[in-house]
């Protein structure tokens, strides 16, 4: 994913890329298009990149096991600057130098990282999914089940409490 920036006038460029995952070296459970939307800003100090992005990922819901897909997205800024000594004057997650006779920006790998950190730590099927029962495995989404409820220690009964307010 490149972006020409040699004789590019100042101001306001927006583009719109897409790559497959393969391109991108995305791990397997990822699949179809990486659709990104790029927000270019040349000034004489710097390129801005305001990126966001979508990618589709095959998942397994951390409480039913249920495997679904899922379209992700996320969103990025970048700067790339030509004068390393004007690096200090931005947070450094987010510069990059480049050259003064650089042809073009790859955002590749910026929109591969961004594009897993969109993940979320915890995979659900949906928000109120309910999981399977700890004692027979049965999906509580599909099925309720007969198990026994574990009584709560007396000791812990206050606690209850608390949160029921």
């Known amino acids: 994913m490149k972006i020409k920036i040699t004789s590019l006038s100042e101001g306001r460029h927006f583009y719109k890329l897409d790559a497959s995952v393969e391109e991108l070296d995305l791990p397997s459970e990822f699949f179809g298009r990486v659709k990104v939307q790029v927000l270019l800003e040349k000034t004489k100090e710097h390129i801005l990149i305001r990126t966001s992005l979508s990618v589709h990922k095959h998942c397994?819901?951390?409480r039913c096991l249920k495997q679904y897909d899922r379209e992700f997205y996320n969103e990025y800024?970048?700067?790339?600057?030509?004068?390393?000594?004007?690096k200090d004057l931005y947070d450094e997650d987010v510069v990059t130098v480049i050259r003064n006779d650089q042809d073009f920006i790859d955002i590749s790998n910026?929109?591969?990282e961004y594009a897993m950190l969109s993940i979320p730590m915890k995979n659900l099927c949906k928000d109120d999914c309910k999981g399977?029962?700890?004692r027979c495995g049965?999906?509580?989404?599909?099925?309720?089940c007969t198990c026994e409820k574990e009584e709560i220690d007396p000791r812990w009964l206050a606690l209850k409490e608390i949160f029921k307010q």
């Open 60 to 62: 397994e819901c951390d």
């Open 138 to 144: 049965k999906d509580l989404n599909v099925e309720s």
């Open 110 to 112: 910026d929109v591969r």
């Open 77 to 86: 800024h970048m700067f790339y600057i030509h004068d390393i000594r004007n």
């Open 132 to 134: 399977l029962c700890p």
